[in-house]
């Protein structure tokens, strides 16, 4: 077996600029003066930008001290050149090329909350790049916008390939995996995970349970040896073989962006695993990660409560 470095964290997936813009009418137009063909709006809050995607945990895992290798693409352009300084600054070595435009999400969010998103997805991450990496102690990805049947296969040939050499494996399959693969393809996935993660809504999309602790003990028959259910204001419950699911509780926060805060939750997770420590202490930071990070408000760059291997407090 080929021996692993215990200190790099390798993640591949896609790097988002998302800008947010709060309070925006979609509906009905404000005339200003001579400007009566169009549609003006002076904004209460300022653009919001920060870091989406997979490459969002990348991030946050440099920030928390991890040597981290991110495969993922970056646009040659004002987007990616910005992008580019966060990972410096978070020490996350980039692993592939550089491409013409940057992957770019704008969300409009009117007063209501109601949200419009607006992607450009970009070119689809070059998953055959990652092969060449056998010192890492942990892969991770997750699904992403657009995300089709040959990337789930592509993800999977990368799932098999880390667990053959003794890299532990993490996925959080998301939301967009659900329209582009069948139940049997995405199982198929789970038998070289360690550690998968996800939403209780979305990894309830492929396998509908009474209880969250029905949800994690059938998943744990599928292959992964520890299951992690995000539950967004009622904290997460997870398992592993061998012991019983426990549930750990989080404080609610109302009205709060709740961008970056699952993200958040994987890198605190991940970090922790990769630091020898139990599944429920590495819950237990997770959740308040992510609790912190909805707490700021200003998304996954709300790092700044992170120091190098440690939390502060809000």
Same mark, same amino acid.
């Given at each position: 077996?080929?021996?692993? @470095?215990?200190?790099?964290? /390798? ?29 003006? /709006?002076?904004? !209460? ?14 991030? $946050? $895992? ?53 949200? /419009? #998103? ?33 990337? $789930? ?7 098999? @390939? ?5 890299? @532990? ?20 996935? #789970? ?38 259910? @995000? ?38 997770? $991940? ?26 408000? !200003? ?16």
């Amino acid at each position: 077996m080929t021996s692993v @470095k215990k200190n790099l964290i /390798h993640v591949a997936g896609n790097a988002v600029m998302d800008i947010r813009v709060r309070d925006v009418h979609q509906s009905g137009r404000q005339q200003v003066e001579a400007w009566d063909r169009g549609s003006v /709006h002076f904004l !209460k809050h300022p653009l919001e930008p920060s870091l989406g995607g997979t490459a969002a945990t990348a991030y $946050l $895992l440099g920030c928390l001290g991890e040597n981290v290798l991110l495969n993922t693409l970056v646009g040659n352009d004002t987007f990616g050149a910005l992008l580019k300084t966060w990972f410096d600054d978070a020490g996350v070595c980039l692993l592939g090329p550089f491409v013409e435009s940057t992957a770019t999400n704008v969300l409009l969010a009117e007063p209501d909350g109601t949200p /419009h #998103w607006h992607y450009f997805t970009g070119k689809n991450v070059e998953w055959e790049r990652s092969l060449s990496i056998s010192d890492a102690s942990w892969f991770y990805t997750s699904g992403f916008g657009q995300a089709s049947e040959t990337d $789930l296969k592509e993800m999977n040939n990368l799932f098999v @390939k880390f667990s053959s050499q003794g890299s @532990k494996v993490a996925f959080d399959p998301g939301p967009w995996l659900f329209a582009n693969v069948s139940q049997e393809q995405m199982q198929d996935s #789970w038998r070289s995970v360690d550690c998968l993660v996800g939403t209780e809504s979305e990894l309830s999309l492929w396998y509908g349970c009474d209880s969250v602790t029905e949800l994690i003990q059938h998943l744990l028959q599928l292959g992964p040896s520890q299951v992690v259910v @995000k539950r967004g204001s009622e904290g997460a419950a997870f398992g592993e073989i061998g012991a019983e699911v426990q549930m750990l509780p989080t404080e609610r926060i109302d009205n709060a962006n709740a961008v970056g805060a699952g993200d958040a939750f994987n890198a605190a997770l $991940l970090h922790s695993l990769n630091q020898g420590v139990s599944l429920f202490d590495s819950v237990k930071t997770a959740i308040q990660l992510a609790t912190n990070t909805l707490r700021r408000g !200003k998304g996954i760059l709300g790092a700044e409560l992170i120091e190098k291997g440690h939390f502060r407090e809000a």
